[in-house]
């Protein structure tokens, strides 16, 4: 299994409802990685996990909680989102000091 | 991590070789510089990386120059299936931080 899964492909939620995200991968990677990618820019580093720990936060507001829960599942937990969190958010999983990141193809979010 | 800059976008005609040029004029002597692509509607995947020598895969190919300040991603026959964001991203694998931090790419636009 060389893929990083993703679910669900699409959300809409509302501003006070929480919802979660899920990003599966069985490749033995021990790094996995939270993107968010506006439309027509760059994605950009939300979180990192190595070996279960997050190690990096980018200063992402606290309406975003990750969770890593073994080595093989990552979530991100939503919740008392804005319009602008809008967003494609990708998961991507790797070596830990590997070189080559396999994302999955993403959670497309609407906030409304 | 150092900065590259890339063309915001190039055309290229289906079947003939594409050049895409990478600047990267404060690298260090640890960073790896990698190759991104990212389809429409699709996450990032991953092309080709190297240190100091040319590199080729099935994919593609890397030219760096001698003194490293700039790179080169080699599509040998552009198919309209190459049309994407291509991102040169450099990287340093003892660096704790270990995660990939996307520049603006180029956009690759491939006409039959």
């Known amino acids: 299994d060389t893929e990083v899964t993703q679910t669900p492909k699409h959300l809409v939620m509302g501003m006070t409802n929480k919802k979660s995200l899920k990003c599966e991968q069985h490749?033995?990677?021990?790094?996995m990685y939270w993107y968010k990618q506006k439309a027509k820019k760059p994605p950009e580093l939300m979180f990192v996990?190595?070996?279960?720990?997050?190690?990096i936060n980018e200063s992402v507001p606290s309406r975003f909680s990750p969770e890593c829960p073994n080595s093989s599942l990552l979530n991100l937990h939503l919740h008392a989102l804005q319009p602008e969190d809008s967003a494609l958010y990708l998961c991507?999983?790797?070596?830990?000091?590997?070189?080559?990141?396999?994302f999955g193809s993403g959670t497309r979010l609407t906030v409304v | 991590d150092a900065k590259t800059t890339q063309p915001n976008s190039m055309e290229s005609n289906e079947e003939e070789p594409v050049h895409l040029p990478c600047n990267h004029s404060?690298?260090?002597?640890?960073?790896?510089i990698h190759w991104y692509r990212q389809l429409p509607s699709q996450g990032p995947e991953y092309v080709i990386h190297?240190?100091?020598s040319n590199v080729n895969n099935r994919m593609a190919s890397l030219a760096i120059a001698e003194d490293r300040k700039s790179s080169t991603l080699i599509l040998h026959r552009a198919t309209l299936r190459d049309a994407a964001v291509y991102y040169c991203?450099?990287?340093?694998?003892?660096?704790?931080?270990?995660?990939?931090?996307f520049g603006k790419g180029t956009s690759l636009l491939v006409t039959p």
């Open positions: 996990y190595s070996y279960e720990k997050l190690s």
């Open positions: 190297g240190l100091t």
């Open positions: 991507a999983s790797s070596q830990v000091r590997g070189y080559g990141y396999t």
């Open positions: 991203i450099l990287r340093d694998p003892t660096n704790s931080g270990y995660a990939l931090n």
């Open positions: 404060t690298i260090s002597g640890t960073d790896y």
């Open positions: 490749m033995g990677h021990r790094a």
